[in-house]
């Protein structure tokens, strides 16, 4: 019986070429740009036949711990989450992963996949897993090269060599992204495009690695040993991590070895990189216009439009994008990925939270979202998951009064314990020890009116917490 293929699947990169969707702390892998699922969510699912594939390794940063167990959990997938306390390139990401199952199963085989990809024919992926597994197991280290579809700008190239088995070539050269020009000729001499998707052993990747970055390797594989279990995730030691050189896994060894290796494929793969890349994926009307959310368009042609709420309307407008969140609209040519990197670099120095937080921002026991703020107030809609607690908390600075509107509440201030139903309030003064939780079945929601000199969430003294973060 062939041995199961481990999913790697990475996730830690912020994703700001989509912004205003795609945030620091709520980046593109995790947005559902295509249905339901969020990028992430599909890849998983992309790996999930049990007669193919073993169970799956997350990396990421620290930061998304609790979103992705929360994305694991709506789709009800079981995984090892790996934690960076700093994130250091791909290179050292897949090391760490690469190390983890090693200490299960000396040479896994393993199949290294970003989150935020898409793939059209899962069918063809896993057979392309399949059939990259035995050149995996004999010490090469595959990439799946993309048969091009268009002289593409945004991919870096592959040329292939000589076949050195079924399917699979050695790898003559790299190439970085090229201009237009030379992308149409890569693609007239066959060149593939480097999806970053490969599948390898563990121990041999590693052994490469020792041999090209012994210093990184070293830091890397010292932070597996030591990494601490915390909940459902394992914390990489941030001492022996810090050490490692940022550097991405091409760089590190795809460009180094003389192992490398590439398999052409064909399974309907991006990497979702742009506005221009969304609208390509997306399904168009007749003047090629694709939307998610409420819009109209009148004599527009080759637009993508996204609205959370608001119904956005398009007049006389050509290949242009329009993505309207809660706090921000941004308006754009399609194909102008470089302007929309200066309009981030700007929004980053005027207006900094924007490209950080969504005005929804989730916790380990819910989310909360800004429904107005002003000089020594703030207004906050609360969720509370059933069964969710937050931590025992208080705050210098300022006073909160909470208003049920849905589910029960029981709230703890000082030495007092108090049950809220809906349209019940409570009021919580600067200064006490207070926690909230929900003991009901169904989610609770409040309102929460702050007041006071300061309303920054760095305000929060937490004395005892469930997730923990005291």
């Given at each position: 019986m062939a041995r199961l293929i481990v999913p790697l699947i990475m996730c830690g990169g912020a994703g700001t070429r989509l912004w205003p969707a795609s945030r620091e702390n709520g980046p593109k892998q995790f947005l559902p740009l295509f249905g339901r699922h969020s990028t992430f969510q599909e890849t998983l699912r992309r790996v999930s036949d049990p007669v193919l594939f073993g169970r799956p390794i997350i990396v990421t940063n620290a930061r998304y711990r609790f979103l992705v167990a929360e994305q694991l959990a709506a789709i009800a997938v079981k995984a090892d989450i790996l934690l960076e306390p700093a994130r250091r390139d791909s290179g050292p990401a897949i090391l760490a992963g690469a190390a983890f199952a090693s200490r299960r199963d000396g040479d896994a085989i393993?199949?290294?996949?970003?989150?935020?990809?898409?793939?059209?024919?899962?069918?063809?992926?896993?057979?392309?897993?399949?059939?990259?597994?035995?050149?995996?197991?004999?010490?090469?280290?595959?990439?799946?090269?993309?048969?091009?579809?268009?002289?593409?700008?945004?991919?870096?190239?592959?040329?292939?060599?000589?076949?050195?088995?079924?399917?699979?070539?050695?790898?003559?050269?790299?190439?970085?992204?090229?201009?237009?020009?030379?992308?149409?000729?890569?693609?007239?001499?066959?060149y593939l495009w480097n999806s970053g998707n490969f599948i390898f052993r563990s121990d041999f990747l590693i052994e490469e690695y020792r041999r090209f970055e012994p210093d990184s390797a070293a830091a890397v594989t010292a932070a597996v040993d030591t990494a601490a279990s915390d909940l459902e995730f394992e914390i990489l030691d941030p001492e022996s991590f810090g050490r490692a050189t940022a550097k991405s896994i091409d760089y590190a060894v795809m460009e180094r070895t003389a192992r490398a290796a590439v398999m052409p494929v064909s399974y309907g793969w991006s990497d979702v990189g742009s506005w221009h890349t969304v609208w390509e994926l997306s399904a168009r009307d007749a003047d090629g216009n694709a939307t998610q959310g409420s819009a109209v368009f009148i004599n527009s042609r080759g637009s993508y439009v996204s609205a959370e709420k608001q119904l956005v309307a398009l007049s006389g407008l050509d290949n242009v994008v329009v993505v309207a969140t809660d706090d921000a609209i941004l308006v754009a040519r399609r194909e102008d990925g470089e302007g929309l990197r200066q309009v981030v670099k700007r929004v980053t120095s005027v207006a900094p939270t924007l490209t950080q937080d969504h005005l929804k921002v989730h916790r380990p026991w819910g989310s909360y979202r800004s429904v107005d703020q002003g000089d020594r107030f703030q207004v906050k809609r609360i969720v509370v998951k059933q069964g969710g607690r937050l931590s025992l908390q208080m705050h210098h600075h300022r006073a909160e009064h909470w208003i049920v509107v849905r589910g029960t509440a029981r709230v703890t201030i000082g030495n007092d314990v108090k049950v809220l139903h809906e349209n019940e309030s409570i009021y919580v003064p600067i200064g006490a020890r207070h926690r909230l939780e929900n003991p009901g079945k169904i989610d609770l929601e409040l309102i929460e009116v702050q007041t006071g000199s300061y309303l920054g969430e760095d305000d929060i003294v937490r004395i005892e917490d469930d997730y923990h973060r005291s």
């Open positions: 393993i199949v290294a996949l970003a989150a935020d990809h898409v793939v059209t024919d899962p069918g063809a992926f896993a057979e392309a897993c399949s059939k990259a597994r035995e050149a995996a197991h004999d010490n090469q280290i595959v990439m799946f090269g993309m048969r091009p579809t268009r002289p593409a700008t945004e991919y870096g190239y592959i040329r292939a060599g000589e076949a050195i088995g079924p399917g699979v070539f050695a790898i003559e050269r790299f190439v970085e992204k090229p201009d237009a020009a030379t992308a149409a000729s890569y693609v007239a001499e066959n």
